[in-house]
């Protein structure tokens, strides 16, 4: 009984961290300027990461992409002007703006939150 118990809460707890930190659903549309700044529908900032040094390539997977989770082009989105769609390592595709892989940060709880900017030693920005 208590370890059925114990797998339950940890069940729950594990659903309720990854809800937490779940990205917008994908889009089919471009991100959005609000403000001088790439946004999600939703209007959660968007991010480049420096280390996506290859156009057209992210380099952040695994435990990156669920700090950093992309921003994910629904399955028929088309590229406009200079957003794109990219192939991820996992499959998903992500929107991309002149190259640039654009992602929300998990730490972001709310639309206009920046707390991404400038994280990881300045590998982190805005995406304008």
């Given at each position: 009984m208590l370890k059925s118990m114990l797998s339950t809460a940890a069940l729950l707890a594990a659903f309720a961290a990854g809800?937490?930190?779940?990205?917008d659903p994908a889009s089919a549309a471009p991100p959005m300027n609000k403000g001088g700044m790439f946004v999600t529908a939703s209007g959660m900032t968007l991010y480049t990461f420096d280390k996506d040094?290859?156009?057209g390539k992210s380099v952040c997977n695994g435990p990156c992409a669920t700090n950093w989770p992309p921003a994910v082009a629904a399955d028929g989105a088309k590229a406009a002007g200079d957003w794109t769609?990219?192939?991820r390592d996992d499959g998903l595709k992500q929107w991309a703006y002149k190259g640039k892989p654009v992602y929300a940060f998990a730490k972001d709880?709310?639309?206009?939150?920046t707390t991404g900017d400038g994280f990881l030693n300045g590998a982190w920005h805005i995406a304008k």
């Open positions: 809800s937490a930190f779940a990205a040094a290859t156009p769609i990219i192939s709880t709310k639309a206009g939150d």
